[in-house]
């Protein structure tokens, strides 16, 4: 059973990927076609193809390899210094720009003289290429917001698990007090599980991490603490001490770094499912955002790690890059766990969500054959021609991209073996739930 719920798990992962490429390209063609761009494809995958149909001028389908898409578009660079815009005949001698310039016209029939994609004004083209990662991030955000205001998320709340019987630093065993160990404040205040926090010195709590800062600023304090114990309000007195605590993030939660020196009450919080309201969701998500800028450019750095994870049996850490094998194998492991299927399903859109999140950050790379790079290459040419029109002279005509293929060619070349990096270790040393 459990092999039949992790297969499941697998298969509902690709679906949802599907559906996030195909979303993410229909951005692209909608805007197209808006502006009279002819599109003579829109394919989901890539390699063979699987399944297709035709209508009106665009050819719809699906490829043997899930694991991106793209819509053709005719003119995506202007034509080269002899003017010429027909289709030329192949040939294995050409260069880089010349190959890629001609691929651009090679579908061109009479009468797409005037529906070309560089014919197009700068703003126009801006938006055709920013409608696809703009339709991730708006399934993202609904994702999220379903996850955070509809199903809730796992999250410690202000309620006692367990009490500490002793002052133990962090890193230490909480199970058992050494010899002459000093009893926790929570433990002398007579804190017991299943306490819901009330109040803490005086300040109203709300959730956990409010409680948490509260406890960390006032070592060496004592102060009273209301709690709900049996449907009664109780009032208690600890006595806060400074302990060594793990370093936390603005959210409240573990990071990795030194050990620092706070204030500890001594208890671990109870888990629940807590639905967030719109502007706390909207504050996670912005903070999902910046983590994604930042594991964005951390992404160099991982490399040894991986590295070392594929050839070295390094074991991997939760933060290292997941590619779609790694993360369709995630979205199997959880449904093989046996937890209820609510937690499932919200595991799914939470990783669904975060995937769209990063395929926004990624593609606004202004780094062509990303969609971030022919922004760049549009945002320029507005640049240079407005640049002309104040200094009075000639235009300078449509920024040739094509140029930039070779360059292209480089950063494709760097992705596709990091990719394959990332898929070597997700397969031979995938990242575990816990």
């Not at 909608?30 to 050819?59: C, D, H, N």
């Not at 899930?66 to 027909?86: K, S, T, V």
């Not at 040739?400 to 950063?411: E, H, I, T």
Request: hydrophobic share 45%; charged share 20%.
């Amino acid at each position: 059973m459990n092999n039949l719920m992790w297969v499941l798990g697998i298969l509902i992962f690709v679906v949802g990927l599907l559906f996030s490429i195909a979303w993410h390209e229909l951005g692209h063609l909608s805007t197209a076609k808006l502006f009279k761009i002819r599109v003579p494809q829109y394919m989901v995958g890539f390699g063979p193809t699987v399944w297709s149909r035709r209508k009106g001028e665009t050819e719809y389908g699906f490829k043997a390899v899930p694991l991106g898409g793209y819509i053709r578009m005719i003119g995506m660079f202007p034509p080269g210094e002899d003017g010429r815009i027909a289709k030329r005949s192949s040939s294995p001698w050409r260069s880089m720009i010349e190959d890629a310039r001609e691929a651009s016209y090679e579908e061109l029939q009479p009468g797409d003289e005037h529906r070309l994609f560089y014919t197009r004004k700068p703003w126009q083209r801006v938006i055709v290429m920013f409608a696809g990662p703009f339709m991730n991030l708006i399934l993202s955000v609904v994702l999220f917001l379903a996850l955070f205001m509809g199903m809730g998320i796992q999250r410690s709340v202000p309620v006692v698990s367990t009490v500490s019987q002793c002052v133990v630093q962090a890193g230490s065993p909480t199970d058992t007090c050494p010899a002459n160990a000093t009893p926790s404040p929570a433990n002398l205040a007579g804190l017991k599980a299943g306490d819901r926090f009330v109040s803490f010195d005086g300040d109203r709590i709300t959730d956990y991490k409010q409680l948490q800062a509260d406890i960390r600023k006032v070592p060496g304090k004592q102060v009273p603490i209301v709690v709900e114990r049996g449907g009664q309000q109780l009032t208690l007195t600890a006595a806060i001490t400074s302990n060594t605590v793990r370093p936390v993030d603005k959210d409240g939660n573990p990071v990795k770094g030194d050990p620092v020196t706070a204030g500890f009450l001594g208890f671990t919080p109870a888990t629940g499912v807590v639905r967030l309201s719109l502007a706390q969701s909207t504050d996670q998500m912005y903070s999902m955002a910046e983590h994604g800028v930042s594991s964005l450019v951390a992404l160099p750095g991982k490399i040894p790690d991986l590295w070392h994870a594929v050839f070295d049996g390094k074991p991997r850490s939760a933060d290292d890059p997941v590619g779609m094998v790694g993360a369709a194998r995630l979205g199997g492991d959880v449904f093989a766990m046996d937890i209820p299927a609510t937690q499932q399903l919200a595991f799914m859109v939470q990783l669904l969500a975060g995937i769209n999140l990063s395929l926004f950050l990624f593609n606004m790379l202004p780094l062509l054959p990303l969609d971030g790079g022919h922004i760049a290459g549009a945002v320029w040419e507005s640049i240079r021609r407005k640049a002309a029109g104040l200094l009075k002279r000639p235009d300078p005509g449509p920024f040739d991209v094509a140029k930039l293929m070779p360059l292209a060619y480089v950063v494709a070349g760097v992705f596709i073996c990091f990719t394959a990096l990332v898929m070597a270790a997700d397969v031979v040393n995938p990242i575990k739930l816990n």
